[in-house]
């Protein structure tokens, strides 16, 4: 019996230390893809701003999830699949012809308004809900991913990612894990914001341009990281329009959710 006993919790330990070791080495692999390249030396050096004049107003709008929205959910992060063709629908029949964020630096003639459309987080409704309807109006949108994110459950896959490129769908980098940039360490911000770009360009197969910054925090040291690690625009929660003389790396965004009518949005009805 006793000798039972001991073969039992030997076998026990032993199990104890695999698991600890597994657990060690998925850790030692996450840590690995986080850092995939040698960082680049003077990330955080002055780097330089160049300011665009913008003469007719680009209003760039925000949508997080496209879904319903639970009982202790925030709505203002959520827009029903109804509220959103209507709101597309609304945006085709006023005129409004969908634009990359390249438009401020290469603005180019279209027939129509110019309007941007982003989604951030890289949540699975990017692709199960809002790509259809984006097809049936013929508009592209930018989508923000939080690299650490793809191919979990409820975010989007390399796979989706890839069909919705094909399609014509913008990609840009939301970090590797979503952290207030503002109070991360210098070398943990310039890993989050330079890392998830490469890691972005090689499930896109092409040069990442555009970053947005998690929860919109952003500073000038958090600018100068996002410029030098070769981003030429980046967004913020700021809810306004682009208009006038802009800072390509401080473009300001409408916040839109599943309330929002817009007739009763000034920046899109009066354009």
């Known amino acids: 019996m006793k000798k039972t006993l001991l073969i039992a919790s ?15 080495y998925s850790s030692l692999q996450r840590d690995a893809s986080v850092t995939l390249a040698d960082l680049p ?21 925000m949508y997080h999830h496209i879904s319903g929205y639970p009982n202790d ?6 827009a029903s699949l109804w509220s959103f063709e209507v ?10 012809r969908t634009v990359g964020l390249d438009y401020f630096r290469n603005p180019k003639k279209i027939d129509g308004k110019p309007i941007i459309l ?9 692709y199960t809900q809002a790509f259809p309807v984006l097809k049936k109006y013929g508009f592209l949108a930018t989508f923000y991913i939080v690299t650490d994110d793809i191919d979990r459950n409820g975010y989007l896959s390399k796979n989706e990612i890839s ?15 979503h952290p207030d940039l503002t109070a ?15 890691i972005l360009e090689q499930v896109i197969g092409t040069t990442v341009t555009d970053f947005c910054y998690p929860g919109g925090a952003h500073n000038w040291n958090v600018e100068n990281i996002v410029a030098n690690s070769g981003y030429t625009t980046a967004t913020t929660t700021d809810n306004d329009v682009v208009f006038g003389k802009i800072d390509p790396l401080r473009l300001n965004r409408l916040n839109i959710g599943n309330e929002t009518n817009f007739d009763d949005v000034p920046a899109l009805k009066n354009l």
């Open 10 to 24: 030997v076998i026990i330990s032993l199990s104890g230390i695999s698991f600890i070791f597994f657990r060690l």
């Open 41 to 61: 030396v003077n990330l955080d050096f002055p780097a330089d701003r160049e300011e665009f004049s913008v003469p007719t107003a680009v209003p760039i709008l």
């Open 73 to 78: 959910g925030n709505p203002s992060i959520y």
């Open 87 to 96: 709101q597309m629908e609304w945006l085709s029949s006023h005129g409004f």
């Open 118 to 126: 982003t989604f951030d987080d890289g949540y699975q409704d990017a």
């Open 163 to 177: 069909e919705m490129r094909s399609a014509g769908m913008n990609f840009g980098s939301h970090s590797l894990s």
């Open 184 to 198: 991360a360490s210098q070398r943990r911000a310039e890993r989050e914001i330079y890392n998830s770009k490469k």
